[in-house]
């Protein structure tokens, strides 16, 4: 039965997706194109469109509108590399083995960041699996050209985009953060520099619109994955001045921060040079959607637009808030996973629709080869289900989720595993063994551990939670024997009395007047000589 059905939803997708086009007095199908759009540290409500009254987002708001919102959409990770694997693969994190951004000490080399944690965090993979038939591996075998551009950070070279299935490759290398700025020049040995003061995002746009340009007669996957929005932030002067204006106008907090348990967490957003970093990315994403439109593609192609993981709300450029969300990137809590999520397909999607259906990174990979009627790989997506039922309005079958991230990162999370079954949410800490019980639908900001009051959901919760980690092999932190706890409290004393108030006053400095970063707003001002 299975099987039959299976081949039914197969055969559904390719009625519902192929479309005809006449050549030389013949008819053809083509498959449908796919352009897949990966943020990097954008948060669910860095969106106007999911209700920021800061940040504008007139473009990536017209995929929303015009496809499905998963307003449970999660990434796959609080952090990035996980993520993009598990977008990639089909599998989480637990599973794949990459559980912390690559480049992030372990073991004993933990204990160089001078922290003083009770954990020394366990070894993970530094590049995706070469064994694995990767998303664009199947997209190839089914007649697709593949193109990527942007960030990767998933293995140095030998472990590229081109190495994963990708046929073109334009700016994907080891590093995660864009290297040099977002402003040519910069330090990218994927991307030549081809004009000083040129922006980073608008490059990308630019580059896959020449692809889609040059293929518009064959099948494509495009994966068109920003370096936006992670650090190092940067923008021209015009979008600071405009965004400056408007945190004015809506009024400016006395304070911004909040400390947390390990780093301030951000509470506003109303940082102007992130604001332009976030329309700038904006803009690039209405290059490309405006191109479909021109080409005459858009109704045969296939838009996804997510992030990799929740804002940056503390550590890195402690850019801004996810409130209502708790906390952001690193965090175990909702405003470091959750994401927007957006599926927009000719013909079976109607627009302004939402979904409310918990589902992941993971679930792409299945998605997406349901979608273009081609045959699933299960034994590769093990943790993904195809959302093909919910695009049309129906159902998908009950299941728990899992993340696994038993590091520390940069941004002040804990080392924990999650797992949200229904409403429930169980979060494990690796340091002293507790247990935070939250029901999401009654508490979305995670205001109130109700462990206490739910002691067999708790136990009920942790038994499947383990269950699933051990049978896919995770690996877990280990007790620092060197750990000293008068020495982790001096530092995070410091961080209170000295960090807390710098970052005030740093915020402060960025919506002053007279604020004026060094090198022509970082490159983007060129003087011609």
Request: with cysteine; glycine share 8%.
């Amino acid at each position: 039965m299975q099987s039959i059905s299976v081949k039914v939803v197969l055969m559904a997708s390719i009625l519902l997706f192929l479309s005809c086009q006449k050549k030389n007095n013949s008819v053809e199908f083509k498959k449908p194109n796919v352009l897949f759009i990966l943020a990097d540290d954008l948060g669910e409500y860095d969106l106007s469109c999911i209700g920021s009254q800061y940040y504008e987002t007139p473009n990536i708001d017209r995929i929303a509108n015009e496809g499905m919102v998963f307003t449970q959409g999660y990434a796959n990770c609080q952090v990035c590399s996980p993520s993009r694997a598990s977008i990639l693969s089909g599998k989480t994190p637990a599973r794949h083995g990459i559980t912390d951004w690559i480049g992030a000490a372990t073991g004993e080399n933990w204990r160089k960041t001078g922290r003083h944690n009770q954990l020394l965090p366990p070894n993970y993979l530094h590049q995706l699996p070469s064994e694995y038939i990767t998303l664009p591996e199947a997209m190839k075998e089914a007649g697709y050209k593949t193109f990527f551009a942007g960030k990767w950070h998933l293995g140095a070279k030998g472990s590229w985009p081109e190495d994963h299935g990708f046929d073109i490759n334009i700016g994907g290398w080891d590093a995660g953060s864009p290297a040099g700025g977002y402003f040519s020049p910069w330090e990218n040995p994927n991307l030549e520099n081809q004009k000083d003061g040129e922006n980073l995002s608008l490059r990308l746009a630019r580059e896959t619109v020449d692809f889609i340009k040059s293929h518009k007669d064959t099948s494509f996957f495009a994966y068109l994955s920003f370096y936006a929005v992670h650090g190092p932030i940067q923008t021209s002067e015009e979008k600071w001045a405009k965004y400056r204006d408007k945190a004015e106008a809506i009024g400016i907090a006395e304070s911004g921060y909040e400390m947390g348990h390990f780093l301030p967490i951000r509470q506003v957003q109303d940082n102007p040079v992130y604001a332009g970093l976030v329309e700038t990315m904006d803009d690039a994403v209405g290059i490309v959607l405006n191109a479909l439109n021109e080409l005459g593609l858009a109704e045969n192609t296939i838009i996804i637009f997510t992030s990799d993981n929740g804002g940056v709300a503390a550590g890195d450029s402690f850019s801004t808030s996810n409130k209502p969300l708790r906390a952001g990137k690193g965090y175990q809590y909702e405003g470091g996973i959750r994401e927007p999520y957006f599926i927009k397909v000719p013909g079976v999607t109607k627009g302004n629709q939402t979904c409310e259906i918990p589902v992941t990174g993971a679930d792409f990979y299945p998605t997406i080869l349901t979608l273009v009627g081609v045959e699933l790989k299960p034994e590769e997506h093990l943790d993904g289900v195809s959302l093909l039922p919910l695009l049309k309005g129906e159902s998908i079958a009950e299941r728990a989720l899992y993340w696994h991230y038993p590091h520390y990162g940069n941004q002040g999370g804990e080392p924990s595993s999650i797992i949200r079954d229904g409403d429930w949410k169980l979060i494990h800490y690796y340091e002293d063994g507790r247990e935070e019980l939250y029901n999401l639908k009654a508490d979305l900001e995670e205001t109130t551990d109700i462990a206490s009051e739910n002691p067999d959901k708790v136990t009920e919760l942790n038994a499947k939670l383990f269950d699933y980690l051990n049978k896919v092999g995770a690996k877990f932190p280990e007790k620092d024997p060197l750990y000293d706890a008068q020495k982790e409290k001096n530092y995070l004393d410091n961080v209170r009395h000295e960090k807390l108030p710098a970052l005030e006053k740093q915020r402060l400095l960025y919506l002053s007047k007279d604020f004026d970063p060094e090198n022509h707003w970082w490159g983007s001002q060129v003087t011609e000589d």
